[in-house]
């Protein structure tokens, strides 16, 4: 696909990976519309990528359908929609805060699945192109991270039954696999003082944060490319072949360190949404109460 002159959807576009998403596509002559929370930032990366933007909370279909409902009224159509729109949450399951974790579901799953029913007749019509953006975590499910795994890990199975779904009306469909990528919402988890140790002690490179970038390159190659899978960085899809084997290694990795920070969990009082986006997710939705 050649993505000049495109119209593509972005979701979660106010910073971090659909903001970067957003400029490089816009480089390369695509018409942006940008949809997410934090109005004024998301209007900011509008006006860098000559783009548009319409504040709307994934989760609530009036919203959701009001802004694309913009979208096709100003660019005429949807050609590409990046479901991106994701938040995270800190917290053990016996101990984090019950809210949060039920956002991280709603905000991660019952967010793009809101957003692609109501752009998928646009990419129908157009024989368009739709990127769910899911996470290494879908793949390797550790500690502290349940919602978030849950969440990402439904969104690679709605993806892959979509795909099936509509490839006889022309619309591909692609997952995105990341690891920790340099972002608000990754850096803020960083420093909550359980977790953040925890995930920086993983082994290897599944420890390092990549840069966004990163994520960016990828994403435009797979937008053109209309793939069916992006990694960043690239050993993720290869650890994807031994996924059946994650559970056990995770399980042989924590048990030393798990009954303290089980404990410290449980005694803290900070856990919930994490980041600007967090912050954003977890109050009303505009226009609402």
């Known amino acids: 696909m050649d993505v000049a002159g495109k119209v593509v959807l972005i979701t979660g576009a106010a910073r971090g990976i659909g903001a970067e998403v ?7 002559g695509a018409k942006v519309a940008l949809v997410g929370l934090e ?6 990366v509008a006006e860098q990528c000559g783009g548009r933007a319409w504040e709307a909370d994934v989760t609530d279909w009036d919203a959701l359908e009001a802004a694309v409902a913009g979208v096709v009224e100003h660019f005429g159509g949807i050609d590409v929609l990046v479901a991106n729109a994701g938040v995270a ?9 019950r809210a949060a974790f039920e956002r991280v579901v709603e905000v991660n799953l019952l967010g793009v699945w809101r957003t692609v029913r109501t752009c998928l007749p646009h990419l129908v ?7 769910v ?7 390797v499910h550790i500690p502290g991270n349940a919602a978030y795994s849950a969440a990402k890990a439904g969104c690679e199975a709605f993806a892959d039954s979509l795909r099936a779904e509509v490839r006889h009306l022309g619309v591909d469909v692609g997952v995105a696999y990341f690891s920790w990528i340099s972002t608000d919402m990754v850096d803020s988890a960083d420093e ?13 490179l599944a420890s390092r944060k990549y840069p966004v970038s990163d994520v960016g390159r990828a994403v435009v190659r797979a937008v053109e490319r209309r793939s069916k899978a992006v990694h960043v960085p690239g050993w993720v899809g290869g650890l994807k072949l031994f996924r059946a084997f994650t559970p056990a290694v995770v399980a042989r990795q924590t048990p030393e360190s798990m009954a303290a920070a089980d404990r410290e969990m449980a005694a803290d009082d900070t856990s919930g949404l994490v980041g600007p986006g967090g912050t954003a997710a977890g109050k009303p939705s505009p226009g609402k109460s």
């Not at 109005?39 to 900011?44: R, T």
């Not at 953006?133 to 793949?139: D, E, G, K, R």
Request: hydrophobic share 40%; proline share 6%.
């Open 22 to 28: 957003a400029r490089r596509l816009a480089a390369k």
């Open 125 to 131: 019509a157009s024989r368009g192109y739709c990127l």
């Open 192 to 204: 909550h003082p359980v977790f953040g140790p925890l995930r920086r002690g993983m082994p290897g």
């Open 89 to 97: 949450a800190t917290g053990f399951i016996r101990s984090m805060d």
């Open 133 to 139: 953006v899911s996470s290494l975590a879908a793949i």
């Open 39 to 44: 109005g004024e930032q998301l209007h900011e």
